[in-house]
């Protein structure tokens, strides 16, 4: 089920002067880490009943006071200054039954005409583990008022032009929730009259299926469709790369109905301006490339991708030219108008023995396909994988600078090495608890399965068997193990 969630758009001004506040979220939170945001979190129970539309106005004011101090109705705001900074504090404390009592309290002043306007409602798309359903609101800044961040949750926040804002972020300097980078988008001009009526029609749009323009990083569009993969994960990400040149990367979905909302979002593109040039393949698995051959014959576009996935894609694809390590991908320019924009690819087998990554020149995002996932762990099934050879990929990447890693399944994150090293890690522990158990004598997959593999939920241990299989192969490859394809055991010295 959905969260439910309110975040506030707060502004002075209008045309070119117009100013929202964005606040900066702390570098160390798991969700949107380090992220400019707009305040705002999820409906709890000082709101009222989920199911009453007035929970998410009241949860929009609670948490634009609680995280800026901005108090929209004017009751609250006559009430003495000590009791808001004390309620305040309150609230931002650990004790969560004092905060909830000292905000009650503080509302027994409201008068109830807190300057608050719906503006629309988005649902995260279904690549994240956790999905929200949030209400923007729209609410003018009190005169006098002067939001103040206390540090914590938050490190700092300011008042900005949408214009900037975008600036910013197209240099680089800063990242953005992807929802309120849409919404700046639709505010640039500062017209608010207008911006309500293309964010409802946005929002409207989301709700008959639309895709999702989602950007973690400058010029990569990632966009989220329904595939075959393997469980948890239900979607893989399919990423539209450029400004003005764009290459499509992996789009996997062979539902005709998912297809259909990609043609839309690429039609779209193109009647923006944009020339499609190429559909790219991080490997040849199912669920990259169940739809490549439609959108190679819709647009005439050649596919590629390593030449071990070249020979194995399905029939009927427009094939072009094989991409090596090192190859480089044309953009033309950056968002921001840097020249000689492009990908480089990165040759990182293991999981599949043609896999590529990606990583742009400009900003240093990578595109990763299915090295390291941010909703699951990556299955090594032999003979396509091999275990050695992945840990090496890995260690690849983990060595490269990245700075924004954008994985097949889940959504994009800022902490590329330490997830890396999460995945090198948890390797580590497989191949040292199947050692360990070798200690106690022989054993087939069968007998080692649920003592390497204890952890993991009955469905998912078909899949942990390949991955134990692998680290097998591995340790006979080290030496350290001997096995007849049936029964293995230690190597005595």
């Not at 998410?56 to 009751?75: I, K, N």
Request: proline content about 8%; aromatic content about 6%; overall charge negative.
């Amino acid at each position: 089920m959905d969260r439910l969630a309110a975040a506030v758009l707060l502004y002075r001004g209008d045309g070119s002067a117009l100013e929202l506040l964005l606040v900066h979220r702390a570098p160390e939170l798991r969700f949107f880490g380090d992220y400019l945001a707009l305040p705002g979190g999820v409906v709890d129970s000082t709101d009222g009943d989920p199911d009453d539309p007035g929970a998410l106005r009241r949860c929009a004011e609670r948490e634009l006071f609680e995280e800026t101090g901005v108090v929209l109705d004017s009751g609250m705001r006559s009430a003495p200054a000590a009791q808001r900074e004390a309620a305040r504090h309150a609230m931002l404390g650990s004790d969560r039954a004092a905060g909830q009592a000292a905000w009650a309290n503080l509302r027994t002043s409201a008068r109830g005409d807190a300057d608050l306007v719906e503006l629309c409602r988005i649902k995260t798309p279904a690549f994240a583990p956790v999905r929200y359903d949030t209400a923007f609101f729209l609410a003018t800044l009190p005169h006098g008022a002067t939001p103040d961040i206390w540090p914590g949750e938050l490190v700092g926040g300011r008042m900005v032009t949408p214009r900037s804002a975008l600036t910013e972020w197209s240099q680089g300097a800063c990242h953005i929730v992807p929802p309120v980078l849409v919404l700046l988008e639709l505010l640039r001009s500062g017209d608010i009259a207008s911006f309500r009526q293309r964010a409802a029609a946005l929002a409207a749009g989301f709700e008959r299926g639309k895709l999702h323009r989602v950007f973690f990083s400058p010029g990569i569009l990632m966009a989220c469709l329904a595939t075959p993969t393997l469980p948890p994960a239900t979607t893989t990400n399919c990423f539209v790369v450029g400004t003005a040149r764009l290459s499509i990367i992996d789009p996997g979905t062979p539902d005709p109905a998912e297809q259909a909302r990609l043609f839309e979002l690429l039609d779209e593109l193109v009647a923006e301006g944009a020339e499609l040039e190429a559909v790219v393949c991080t490997h040849h698995h199912p669920d990259h490339v169940g739809a490549v051959r439609a959108v190679s014959q819709r647009y005439q576009l050649p596919v590629r991708g390593h030449a071990k996935t070249l020979e194995r894609l399905p029939s009927g694809c427009l094939l072009g030219a094989p991409i090596e390590d090192g190859s480089r991908l044309d953009l033309g320019n950056a968002p921001d108008g840097s020249p000689d924009w492009h990908l480089e690819a990165m040759y990182t087998p293991g999981h599949d023995r043609g896999h590529l990554a990606f990583r742009d020149s400009r900003y240093g995002a990578a595109i990763v396909g299915d090295m390291v996932s941010t909703v699951a762990t990556i299955l090594i099934d032999p003979p396509e994988g091999h275990m050695a050879t992945y840990l090496a990929s890995l260690r690849r990447l983990r060595d490269t600078p990245i700075s924004t890693l954008h994985p097949a399944h889940g959504p994009a994150t800022l902490r590329a090495r330490a997830l890396l090293e999460k995945f090198l890690a948890h390797r580590q522990a497989r191949q040292t608890a199947l050692l360990r158990a070798l200690e106690s004598g022989p054993g087939s997959v069968e007998s080692l399965l649920p003592v390497v593999y204890s952890d993991v939920p009955e469905p998912m241990l078909p899949y942990a068997s390949r991955a134990l299989l692998a680290g097998l192969e591995m340790s006979v490859e080290e030496g350290v193990v001997e096995g007849d394809g049936t029964t293995w055991q230690l190597v005595r010295r």
